[in-house]
């Protein structure tokens, strides 16, 4: 079921099971410390296609890519389409589908359909995992995560 999406929810912070689920197409990684609220509302976001991850671990990726040794950068022309690439850095500074949508005035369907095309382009499963793999790839910057 290669369509299934993944929330891991967890009393582990450990890096090695953080790293690793992210990089085999986790869409989130939360903590036993969430509320139920928080827990309901992350179901949802990857529901639809949201990456949820809990501060702490968001954090931990966050240092781990500052002290990534610096890689020769990856162009995406050729992989991405431009509007792919738009679509991409918004979803990098935290915006939503609904946000991607009516900042690019498109629809939301529209926006889905680019994701489905960028994680199929680039090998992902999880909007979470195509961050990953741009910051790997020198596309985008720490700095353009919010």
């Given at each position: 079921?290669?369509?299934?999406?993944?929330?891991?929810?967890?009393?582990?912070?450990?890096?090695?099971?953080?790293?690793?689920?992210?990089?085999?197409?986790?869409?989130?990684y939360l903590?036993?410390?969430?509320?139920?609220?928080?827990?309901?509302?992350?179901?949802?976001?990857?529901?639809?296609?949201?990456?949820?991850?809990?501060?702490?671990?968001?954090?931990?990726?966050?240092?781990?890519?500052?002290?990534?040794?610096?890689?020769?950068?990856?162009?995406?022309?050729?992989?991405?389409?431009?509007r792919e690439?738009?679509?991409?850095?918004?979803?990098?500074?935290?915006?939503?589908?609904?946000?991607?949508?009516?900042?690019?005035?498109?629809?939301?369907?529209?926006?889905?359909?680019?994701?489905?095309?960028?994680?199929?382009?680039?090998?992902?499963?999880?909007?979470?995992?195509?961050?990953?793999?741009?910051?790997?790839?020198?596309?985008f910057s720490?700095?353009?995560?919010?």
């Amino acid at each position: 079921m290669p369509g299934t999406k993944i929330l891991v929810l967890t009393g582990y912070d450990y890096d090695e099971y953080i790293f690793s689920l992210l990089e085999i197409g986790a869409a989130g990684y939360l903590l036993k410390d969430v509320s139920g609220d928080e827990l309901v509302g992350s179901i949802r976001a990857v529901f639809n296609g949201e990456p949820v991850l809990h501060p702490t671990v968001m954090r931990k990726l966050m240092d781990r890519c500052k002290t990534m040794s610096p890689r020769q950068t990856e162009t995406p022309v050729g992989v991405l389409s431009d509007r792919e690439m738009e679509v991409l850095k918004l979803a990098v500074s935290g915006k939503n589908n609904k946000d991607i949508a009516e900042t690019l005035n498109i629809s939301l369907r529209t926006v889905q359909a680019h994701m489905r095309s960028i994680f199929n382009k680039i090998g992902v499963g999880s909007r979470s995992e195509a961050i990953v793999c741009g910051l790997k790839k020198g596309w985008f910057s720490l700095e353009d995560i919010s």
